[in-house]
Every structure is written in C-alpha cells, then in structure tokens.
C-alpha cells in the first residue's frame, strides 16, 4: 500500500490554531482575574461582617450593662393616703411618702386623684395618677413605673350631726342693769373642742334694751373646720340666726299710769313725814314773801307746818342719755303746800318739793317704791318756780309726765 504523504498545515489553520489557543489563554486569565476578584470580594464582605458583628455585640454589651445599671422604682408602692371629714362627705388627701433611698426622686413627684375629690364614701375607688422629673430619674438611672393606681377607701368616722340648737348650746347670754336700761353681752361657754370655736354675734346690737324688745344673734362657725372634725351640719343657713327676749328681773316705772292711787298715797305719807325743821329754806321763803325773819340766840328757827299734797310728776331719764347720767333713772315728785312758821309764829304759805328716786317693779309684779331715798329738794313763796322745778326745768336729761 502505498505511503501517504502527511500533508503540511495550511497558513490559515496554523493561524486559526495560534489564535485559538490565545482565546483559550485570555479566557483563563480572565476567569482567574474574576476568581480573585470574588475572592477579594468574599473576604472583604467576611470581614465586613464580621465588623458588623463585633459592633452589634457591642451596642448590645453596652446597652445590657446600661439597663441593668438602671433602679426600678414603682410609684404606687410609695403612696400615702390620710381622710377627712366624715363617711359620705370625706375627702382624701394623697402622697408619695418620703424614702430614704429614693427621698430625692420622691420630692420631685407627685401623686394625684383621677377622680374629683370630696363627698367620699367607705369602700369609694379612687383612681391614681402620677407626675415625675423625668429628666432628674434619667440622671439618676432610675426607671419609674407609673401605671394607674388605685385606692379603696375606708376609715372615715360616722358624722357627728351638728343641729341649730347644737350649735346654739355653748350660747351664753349675760343681762345687765334694770329695763329699760338692760345691757347684754355674749360668750360662748361650750367645752366641745370644736363647738368653742364658734362666734355669735349681735345684729344691729343696742347699748341697751327694754323688757318686750328682742335681739338677734347669729352663729359663724367654720363648715371646712367642721368637715375635717367629722361634723355634719344639718341646721339650715336661716335657722342659724335666732332672736331673743331681752330679760330683766326688775323693771323702773316710765308711765305714769304705774303710779295707781295707791301707790302715790303711800309716797304721801312717806314724803309727809319729811316735814319738820325747816332752817334750810326759811330765810329764802320769808325773803320771797317779804317777810322778817328774826333771829333768836343769833340763829333763826323755821318749821313746817301741815303739809297737804297738791300735784304729782313722774320723771324719767331721756334715752339719749342712757349710761351717761348716774345719779338716777326716774323720780316721783310730790309738791306740798305746807305753812313755813318761825319761832315769833309769823308764817306763810310756801310750795315744797319732795323726791323719790329709781321706782320700780320685779317680774312679779311687786314694787320698790324706794320710800328711803324720800327728801325735800326745793322749797319757794313763788308757784312760778316749783312749777319749772317740777317740770324738770332745770333737769335737761329728764322729761316730766304729770300724775293725774
């Protein structure tokens, strides 16, 4: 069998060949570029993660060690509550006590009621609240529970009912003097801690009063003080005003018509004893009549002589000067024309004037007639001025009634 000639490769497949094996070559070297590229990437992103991992643990390190640096302090278990006044009408008052721990914290916080305050009642709810610094709690790490608290309520006293005449017992009323001179003055006597806290006052008080006029008085007392004590008041605004009698057990006669015929005889008989020597008015009765008086062993003797009642007056103080005059509040005047005679038995006629002062009556209807304050106060020849003694004339105080 023949032999074959190998045949020479052609120009172009040597080409074709040559350029293949370069594609092959750049192929590789590009894929071992793109293999250490990745590489490079992988490691940089374990890395990174690793990083990322470290930082987390980190923050989370520190953020345990932050928050269990932190105190828990729960309001609610620092509340203290204190009542008044009585069940159904209570009132509470709430606070966070003081803590030595957390005292500083404490005084910065506050605890309050939900619910409007007052009117409570024994086994009431009341809803709590509470306020703080939170500023001041971060400083101090503390971590500050505030959920909604609540309290029941218990302990409030059953009210002590505070009526109108309870209110009025401790009244005490002083009287003074005799109508229609009557003065009044008021205390309060109670032994009740409470109750001797109450003032009364007068309204519209007189200096003084007469037997048939009244007064009023009112009762203040403090309603807040009472609820904190546990009172309940049950007397109506109006009832704690009342009017009172004004009282005297005796009383001075102001009308004439006091003076019956019976009295004013037996002011006759005690003023006709009166008369007797008469050397206080004589030299001016005999100088008035004109007549001459004689002098026996250097002095004059005068005596009066049947004395006969002719009028009566009743006098009494004017209102106005009440408290002001002090000698007396009424008088009985009886004027007696009775014969002025001297030791030689010349005489005349003359008007005299006898005085009974402060005639009363007591609350049984008895009189003081004072028959011992009896005495002869003017004697004259002239009518003309009895008349204006009598009268009061020279008495601005008093005013002058006649007895009939």
């Known amino acids: 069998m023949p032999s074959q000639k190998r045949r020479k490769p052609s120009k172009t497949q040597t080409e074709k060949s040559i350029r293949k094996k370069r594609t092959i070559q750049k192929e590789k070297a590009i894929s071992g570029r793109v293999?250490?590229?990745?590489?490079?990437?992988?490691?940089?992103?374990?890395?990174?993660?690793w990083t990322l991992l470290l930082s987390v643990l980190l923050v989370l390190t520190g953020t345990a060690v932050w928050f269990f640096t932190f105190d828990t302090i729960d309001l609610n278990e620092y509340v203290t509550v204190s009542y008044t006044g009585y069940?159904?009408?209570?009132?509470?008052?709430?606070?966070?006590?003081?803590?030595?721990?957390?005292?500083?914290?404490?005084?910065s916080a506050e605890c309050h009621l939900a619910e409007k305050n007052g009117n409570l009642k024994n086994g009431d709810i009341l809803k709590l609240t509470f306020t703080y610094d939170k500023e001041l709690a971060k400083q101090n790490h503390l971590r500050v529970k505030t959920e909604e608290g609540e309290v029941t309520v218990s302990g409030l006293p059953e009210g002590i009912e505070l009526s109108a005449d309870d209110i009025f017992e401790g009244l005490h009323i002083t009287y003074e003097g005799i109508a229609p001179m009557v003065s009044v003055t008021i205390s309060n006597e109670s032994t009740d801690e409470f109750l001797q806290n109450i003032t009364y006052q007068m309204i519209d008080q007189q200096d003084f009063y007469d037997l048939g006029e009244t007064f009023r008085i009112t009762a203040e007392l403090d309603s807040k003080d009472a609820l904190e004590k546990g009172y309940h008041i049950t007397a109506e605004a109006e009832e704690?005003?009342?009017?009172?009698?004004a009282e005297s057990d005796q009383r001075y006669l102001t009308d004439p018509s006091e003076i019956t015929p019976e009295i004013l005889q037996e002011l006759n008989r005690?003023?006709?004893?009166?008369f007797?020597?008469?050397?206080?008015?004589?030299l001016r009765v005999f100088s008035e009549a004109h007549l001459m008086p004689i002098w026996v062993n250097g002095k004059t003797t005068f005596t009066w002589q049947n004395p006969r009642p002719v009028s009566a007056y009743l006098n009494t103080l004017k209102p106005e000067y009440f408290g002001k005059v002090k000698s007396h509040y009424n008088d009985v005047r009886l004027v007696?024309?009775?014969?002025?005679?001297?030791?030689?038995?010349?005489?005349c006629e003359a008007r005299v004037v006898v005085r009974f002062t402060n005639l009363m009556r007591d609350a049984d209807g008895n009189y003081d007639l004072a028959l011992d304050s009896g005495k002869i106060i003017a004697a004259s020849y002239s009518n003309a001025k009895i008349k204006d003694f009598v009268n009061s004339e020279y008495d601005e105080e008093y005013q002058s009634q006649k007895i009939e």
């Open 240 to 245: 704690l005003t009342r009017e009172y009698p």
């Open 87 to 107: 069940d159904s009408a209570g009132t509470a008052d709430v606070r966070l006590r003081d803590s030595k721990k957390y005292g500083y914290f404490l005084e």
């Open 276 to 282: 007797g020597a008469a050397d206080e008015y004589g």
């Open 336 to 347: 007696y024309v009775a014969t002025l005679m001297q030791a030689d038995g010349l005489s």
């Open 35 to 49: 293999r250490r590229r990745k590489e490079r990437r992988r490691a940089i992103g374990k890395a990174l993660l």
């Open 270 to 274: 005690a003023g006709a004893s009166l």
